[in-house]
């Protein structure tokens, strides 16, 4: 089965779009605040680096080059898309609830 055509314009571009909201995120949150961290802090940052890890990985797995179609490429990527977002709202609602 074929995938869509744009599906590897449309993977790499929302993954780097959301790793600058992920950056935005930090940024607004206060990683560099002068107070002592939290265990929940770090959880934090864990998860939004696992997320920018993953999402930043997407534009790296789907344009590897494969021998006939790249729609073998593109399950990987959005997999390790869904999980890159996952990581990086489960940040986000954690810094929000912590």
């Not at 929302?14 to 990683?31: H, Q």
């Not at 802090?41 to 680096?49: G, P, R």
């Not at 390790?80 to 977002?85: C, K, L, N, Y």
């Amino acid at each position: 089965m074929r995938a869509p055509t744009g599906s590897v314009v449309g993977l790499c571009s929302a993954s780097a779009t959301l790793c600058a909201m992920g950056m935005a995120f930090l940024g607004y949150w206060g990683v560099h605040e002068p107070v002592p961290w939290r265990a929940v802090d770090l959880v934090v940052i864990v998860l939004a680096f696992a997320g920018f890890g993953l999402l930043a990985s997407v534009p790296w797995i789907i344009t590897t080059p494969v021998a006939e179609d790249s729609a073998e490429r593109i399950r990987p990527a959005r997999r390790m898309f869904a999980f890159g977002v996952l990581a990086i709202w489960l940040a986000a609602m954690l810094a929000v609830v912590g």
